[in-house]
Each structure stands twice: as C-alpha cells, then as structure tokens.
C-alpha cells in the first residue's frame, strides 16, 4: 500500500517552509496557530499605505500614522511557543505591549539586609576572609573562581571620567506645573497645573577631574533629565546664561586650553593659567562669559543658590504646529548667594565636597531644595528686531526686553541610593528632547546635539546605555535598534525591522499627532539659501552684552570682577598674555581694564584691541539690575545654613545661649557647638555640654554666620578660634556677640563701629531680643560695607 502522504499542515514547528494553501495550516497546535495568525497579520497588510505619502515638502510636514494590526493574540509575536513553560528565572510570557525593562529603579535597587554573601552569579560564598590554597601555606590555586571575580569585577570598577563636568553631584526629585503652557507646547510637562514629572538632575563643576574641588572658580553645570510620559527631556544648562564661543567648532579647543596644561598636568580644576587666557584674548566673543565667570556667580554658595539657564534659545511648538522662541531660567527660592574668593580658597583645603555634602545634608535634613521654572518667549519676528541675533550663546535676552514667566517649581527631594550607579552613570544630552520642545539653529547647541550621546558611547562602555536604570525613560521604549554590547531588554518576536506586516506593522510609526516633529524654519534670511563656514554678522558684536553685565553689578561685585581678572592673570606667565586680555577689556569697561591693569603692574593701559564691528546696533537696554546677585536675595530663609557657636569652658549656656540655639535649630538653621577639641565642655552653670566640633575640623570659614554668647572667651586662648573670627568677619558674614562673647571680637581686631548690620553686638539681656535680627541677617544677601583690599582684619 502506497504510503499516505501527511497533509500539509502536520508539522506547524517546521522553521524552513511553509504551506501554499494557509488554510491548510493546522491549527490544533500552538505553533500552527501562531503561523496561522501571523498569516493573518500579513496578509491585513496587502501594501504599504505610507508609501505614496512619503515625498514632496507639503508631506513632510504632515507624516501619517503607520499602518498596524492587532494579532488575534500574542501568540503571534511570540519568539517561541514554549515560553508558556515559565521559571523562576524566564518569568511568564510576554505581557501584550510591554516593555517590562522600563519600571521605576525599585526593579534594580538592591537590598542585603538578612541576605548571605554570593558571587555574581548567586552561588553563597563560604569563605570571604581567605583565598584557596593548596594548604595553609602552599600557593594559591588558579582554581580560586571566588578571589578571581571579585578581583577581576575590583580591577575594573573605574570608568572614564567625563571629559568636561566630571566633578558632579545629584538628586532626584520632581517637577510641578503650575501654570500651563499648552498655548506655546504640546510638552507634557506643561500641560495641566498640578502635573508632576519626576527628575534626576547633576550639578557639576566643568574644568575639575572627578575627583577635583567643588570651590574651584569655574561655570556649573545644571543638568535637568525629565522623565516625561512622552520621553526624556534633558534641559542640560550651565549657572550662567552665557557661553565662551558661538560655534561647537571651537568647543574643543576652549576645553584644551582650559584644561591642565597637556606638559606638566596643572593646574587643576582652575583657568588661571596661561593656556586658558591666552585662547581667550584670542576670541573676544568670550568677554561676556569672562565678566560672569570672573564674578562672584564662578564661586556659589551651594547648588541651592544658583540660578540655572539653557542657554542656547529652543522652540516651544503646540499642537496647532505653531511655534515660538523660549529660553529657560531656573530661579532658587533660597536666593542667588555666593562664596567669596578668599574664602573659595580656604575652603577647598578644608571641605573640597563642600557643595556635595550641602546638597545631601539639605536634602536629608528636609530643606528641600527648590527653583522656580521660568520662560521667555518671543516669536522669530520680535527675534528679528533685537539689537543682537538670539542663535548666538555669548548673548542674553535681557529680562527687562522679555519678561520672566513662572510656570513651575523644580523640587529636590530625595539623595541617589549609589553614587557610581545614579550621578556617574547618568547621562544628559541636549538631544533629548520630547514633542513640543525643538532646537534653533543656534550652531554650538548643534554641536552638543551629537557630541553627548556620541561621548557618552565610550565613557559607559557602547550602545546600550539608555538601558542603564538611572537613564531609561519611565514610558515605554520600542524600536528595531537590537543587539550591541549589555543589551538589556529581550525583544520577543522575529521582527526588526520596519514596514513590516509579520508584528502587524508594530511598533509602527507614531505620525504627526503624537510623534516629535521637527519645526521647519520659518523665516529665511538672504544668507541661509548656501552652504558656508560663517558667522551670521550680529555675532561679531563681543562686547556690549559684557559691558551691560559689567555695568548691572553692583560696586562691591565690581570690585570682585576686578579682582578676579587681576587674580587671573596674575598666574599667566606670559605679559603679553596679560596685556592682551586687558586690551581687550577696554573695549567692555576702561574702567575695569584700569583696575586690572594697577592691580597686575600694568603702568600703561594698552591701546584697545581691533573690534571685529565698529558700530554695534544701539541695545534695547544698557543696565539689567536682574544681573546683580543682590537682585534675588530670595525667600530669607536661614534653613540649612550653618552656624558655629563657640563654646569654652565656663560658657554661660543657660544666660541666652541655649535659647538662641534653640530659635536658630527652629528656623531650619544647623547650628554647630565649636570647642578646642569635641567633646565635654563644662558650662557656667556646672553642666556639662558636648562640642561637637573643632576649630581644626570646622574652620570658620566653612560657615555661614558665627555666634559668640557670653562666656566663651576661654575658646580665643586658642589662636585658631581667632582666626576662624577673622575669617567669617572678612568674609563678611555676620556675627552676633554678647556679654564677654563681644572681647573675642576685641582680641581679633575688629572694631565695632555700630554701623555694621552683619555685626551684631548686645548684652547679655538683649540676646534673646536680637536673635530676630541675627537671623534676619543670615538669610539675607551678605553686606560688603566692612570689605577693604587688602583686607584690614
Ligand atoms: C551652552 C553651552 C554648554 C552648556 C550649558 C553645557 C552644559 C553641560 C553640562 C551641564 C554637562 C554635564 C552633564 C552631566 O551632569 O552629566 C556637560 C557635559 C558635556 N558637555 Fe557640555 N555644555 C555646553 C557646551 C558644550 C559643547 C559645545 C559641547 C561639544 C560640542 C559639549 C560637550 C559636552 C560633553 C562631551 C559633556 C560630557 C557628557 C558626558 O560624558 O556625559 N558641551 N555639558
């Protein structure tokens, strides 16, 4: 008898050719009923709808939806019909439209407690103490696989450092809406009041190594990632609105010169070397970056107290396709406060984490860092009309030309579990965008929209590090990218590929109405219609924006931007260096060119350097009082300042001391009890006190005010408590001093004159009247009525 042949559809696991007939298909097994509905999929798809609309301009600004089908079950995009048979380890099938690598980082936190020690592939570790030998004193054998792991992850736990903004702090926490913006954006962030989207954002020094100083004078980077539910947004902006150079061409060659010099490796974390000014005179278009870096804004108080800007101008675009020009502020509730350069110096020996541990010790008290998101916004027509051109980073839009609108407040409220896994790991990129933000054709952000991500290949080790936690976005990722080195997510399925009809066209293209559209240019200058290595001719103007910054600060913050310069260029070994930079001042302040001259030995100013355009257009304002740090001294709050409270034998804690402590602890302020050594300090009444700092581990410096309360004379036997008075005093930070508490004053060498607010001195009864006053002085702005140069004390 002639053998039966088996009906087609026998063998639904065959993977090397399929039937003529698909309704031949058996379906009485799950591979044949996947085949089956693939089939289906396949052939809901009889051609590629997108096609016809995929040319012509009018086209391109309206892409279509991608074609897609629902399967009849997800069976069909299955890999394989056996993940029904899940373990502890496969887990269930996969859920329809999930992408279960993106959750929050509670998927990836790890917690030891009760757990035993394993290796990194979960076998218990018996011994951690001693390597395998052969007998207790014989060799170690290369068997060891337990020493050999933990010496092989040991030996490579460092990765490269950033190349710029490698000194960085973070903190998670959250962005609110509080006025929406869906007239200007279709970002979500913006859409209701009341919206909350989370965020990690990286504070960072930018010329420093990783392990650098964070005094150093230098700009601040202000990285903001939003994890929006349509994508991550990264605003990742500097402390200052201004930039160095007007085109990414150059950005190497600022880090190069910036950096330790390539022949001797210094110095460090500092611009104040000869390579740094030498690039600089070179490229006046830095003058108005210069003024804010060599102002008081280079040296913050704390991340807490510094503005934040994008800098470069960005487009906000609405649903309607309509868009508009924005630039972003970050203003701190706490205020703008700023170090002092003497003080910088002296902190980064004591405290070079100084703003590192600020932020976390803030954050952990509770006094929840905040900023205040504000726009400015303006159309390409009024664009058009300003007296400089918005593509080009070295100019602000002054407040007083395009007022500041409120629409939300940024809150910090949570430190990183692991500093390498969040804050190092993390990273920005200006290209990160969502629907509803867009670029200008500002050409040093086009630069930064390739150099991060492409940075970034390297420094965390290849293509996939958006799937480390800290980076993934909290919606869902689809794509056909696959494969590279650490790949995280398992794409179930046989598709990779896109138009596809085997997925049911999925993940399909997300069209016009919920995709990212670029914006098209709207405006078309006579110069746009080649191609060409130029500057657009309003950049050439470098100096009148740093001579209204120069001229918006007030005298004390003159003061300092001279000092600054002079400080500066005082480290440059080359005078010609010297001489050209201040050329080039005089063309921004011949009075700031005189004072940086007298201050470095230059008896004869230099002739101006040649501008680059002799006849700048007349600007819209020539003083921006919003450009003094005095202009938001913020909301007056003393919360996580710091304030030492010296204490020596024979302290009269209980004759105002212990209340002034307690209305100070009350407010939010850290109050530390500063003694010879730490520890036991007997009192005026017979207790005993604990010091719980010394004048070696906590000089004066790294506070912000210093209370003296009667009794605590005995602390200037030691002569390192007078210098710690001497400091806060020419740091101009405030003092309140009572009852014999006024004679360590005495014994350093300051004068009462009772014309200075920040010196506060009182009896012993008026202590617990004047503590209002302290305090009131302490969350205010520094008075720098008591500074000479040099100084007197
Ligand atoms: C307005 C000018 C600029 C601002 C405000 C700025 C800001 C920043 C900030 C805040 C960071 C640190 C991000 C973090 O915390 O991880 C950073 C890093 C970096 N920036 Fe910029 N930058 C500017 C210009 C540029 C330019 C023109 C380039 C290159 C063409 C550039 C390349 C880089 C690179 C390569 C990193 C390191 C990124 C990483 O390793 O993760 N930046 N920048």
Known sequence: MAKKSPPSGSAPARTDSGPADPASETTDHAAGIKKAQVQELAAAMPHNPLKAGEHGFDNGLEPLTGPHVAAASGVAGASTVSEINGTDKTGSVGVEGLNAAIESLDRVRVDASGRGLTTNFGAFIADNQNSLKFGTRGPVLLEDFILREKVTHFDHERIPERIVHARGSGAHGFFECTEPLTRYTRAAPFQQAGKVTPVFVRFSTVAGERGSKDTARDVRGFAVKFYTDQGNWDLVGNNMPVFFIQDAMKFPDLVHAVKPEPHHGMPQAASAHDT???????????????????????????????????????????????????????????????????????????????????????????????????????????????????????????????????????????????????????????????????????????????????????????????????????????????????????????????????????????????????????????????????????????????????????????????????????????????????????????????????????????????????????????????????????????????????????????????????????????????????????????????????????PGYLFDALVLPDGCESAASDARALDSVRDVYRHCKSIFAWGTGAKVLARAGIANTGEDAGLIVATTADAARLIDRFIGVLGAPRDFGRETDPPRV
């Open 276 to 698: 740094f000014w030498d690039f600089v005179s070179l490229m006046p278009e830095s003058t108005h970056m210069l003024m804010w870096v060599m102002s008081d804004r280079a040296i913050p108080r704390s991340f807490r107290t510094m503005q934040g800007f994008a800098v470069h101008t960005f487009r906000l675009v609405n649903d309607a396709g309509d868009s508009v020009f924005c630039k972003f502020h970050w203003q701190p509730h706490a205020g703008t406060h700023s170090l002092v350069w003497d003080e910088a110096v002296k902190i980064s020996g004591a405290d070079p984490d100084f703003h590192r541990r600020d932020l976390w010790e803030a954050i952990e008290s509770g006094a929840y860092p905040q900023w205040d998101l504000q726009v400015q916004v303006f159309t390409e027509e009024e664009a058009d009309r300003f007296s400089f051109d918005i593509l080009d980073a070295t100019k602000i839009v002054p407040e007083e030309l395009v007022p500041l609108q409120t629409v939300g407040r940024l809150v910090l409220n949570r430190n990183p579990d692991n500093f390498f896994a969040e804050t190092e790991q993390v990273a920005f990129c200006t290209a990160n965008v969502v629907p509803g933000i867009d670029f200008s054709n500002d050409p040093l952000l086009a630069g930064r929209i390739h150099s991060y991500h492409d940075t970034q290949l390297s420094r965390l080790g290849g293509p996939n590090f958006h799937e480390i936690p800290i980076n993934a976005p909290i919606v869902q990722v689809h794509n056909n990218q696959r494969d590279g080195i650490h790949r995280q997510a398992i794409h179930r399925g046989a598709v990779a590929y896109e138009p596809n009809s085997l997925a049911g066209g999925c993940p399909f293209q997300a069209g016009a109405g919920h995709g990212f559209m670029t914006v098209p240019a709207r405006l078309r200058a006579r110069d746009e219609a080649a191609k060409v290595r130029a500057k657009p001719e309003l950049f050439a103007d470098h100096y009148t924006q740093a001579r209204l910054f120069y001229e918006s600060q007030s005298a004390p913050e003159q003061a300092h931007i001279a000092a600054a310069f002079a400080f500066e260029l005082s480290k440059v070994t080359v005078p010609a260096v010297r001489e050209r930079m201040v050329a080039s001042l005089r063309n921004a302040s011949d009075d700031l060119a005189r004072q940086v001259a007298d201050q470095i030995g230059i008896g004869q100013l230099p002739a101006p350097l040649p501008r680059a355009m002799e006849q700048p257009r007349k600007p819209e304002v020539t003083r921006s009082p919003a450009l003094s740090l005095l202009f938001r001294p913020g909301n007056g709050s003393v919360a996580a300042r710091k304030v030492a409270l010296f204490v020596g034998p024979g302290v009269a804690w209980n004759a105002g001391c212990a209340a002034v402590r307690e209305r100070l602890v009350e407010q939010g302020a850290v109050v530390r009890c500063v003694a010879s050594r730490i520890g036991p300090v007997r009192t005026a009444d017979g207790e005993t006190l604990d010091a719980d700092a010394s004048f070696a581990n906590e």
